[in-house]
């Protein structure tokens, strides 16, 4: 039996769909964009891409992808909901 994730058409081969693996990304990134270190949330981003590519083979699934585009932008969506 196969441990490889299938590739499906939403989402390319040669990806990092690891639901597990990218939530290691994903959860520092948040937390640290949350934290008002936007520079950090992006390193983390930016650490994960070449160890990714060089011994996994593997790009950012879709989900780091769409975090790491709104933390570029300082995307308000992200913010925690203000209590009032």
Do not use: F, K, N, W
């Amino acid at each position: 039996m196969s441990t490889h994730p299938r590739s499906s058409p939403a989402e390319p081969s040669g990806s990092y769909r690891s639901t597990g693996r990218a939530a290691s990304s994903a959860l520092p990134m948040l937390v640290r964009y949350r934290s008002e270190r936007q520079p950090g949330a992006l390193q983390v981003y930016r650490s994960a891409q070449p160890i990714l590519r060089s011994e996994l083979g593997l790009e950012p699934c879709r989900s780091l992808r769409r975090l790491h585009q709104p933390i570029l932008t300082s995307d308000r969506l992200l913010d925690l909901p203000v209590a009032s």
